[in-house]
């Protein structure tokens, strides 16, 4: 099983980032997937969510109306598209998949946001 996030960096306030994450070694389509970020000296918190099936999202309250998740089954592919990016964003990034008793974890990309 293999999660791999892509598409951080260094960016401005205000500025746009869309991260991937690439899935393998599971059936992709079954499965939730989810954007987690970890700032420096806080607990990971829960970003966004899209279900298996009809696609429907959830976000966390400090990014609804800012972020979009969306996924490509085709594709084995969740992105996040993060737009008006704070410097409160700033954090570590990771995918998440789930699915009953399985929970896999990607890397984490990191996503700074900065003049």
């Known amino acids: 099983v293999q999660l791999v996030e892509s598409g951080g960096g260094l960016v401005q306030p205000g500025g746009s980032l869309r991260l991937s994450c690439a899935a393998s070694?599971?059936?992709?389509?079954?499965?939730?997937m989810n954007w987690y970020r970890q700032a420096p000296g806080k607990e990971r918190e829960l970003v966004a969510a899209i279900d298996s099936a009809s696609g429907s999202a959830g976000y966390a309250d400090s990014v609804k109306g800012r972020f979009t998740i969306s996924r490509d089954n085709a594709k084995n592919t969740v992105y996040l598209q993060m737009n008006s990016l704070k410097p409160e964003d700033t954090a570590v990034y990771y995918c998440?998949?789930?699915?009953?008793?399985?929970?896999?974890w990607g890397q984490g990309t990191q996503v700074t946001v900065s003049s």
């Open positions: 998440n998949a789930h699915l009953l008793r399985n929970d896999y």
């Open positions: 070694g599971f059936t992709f389509s079954n499965y939730y």
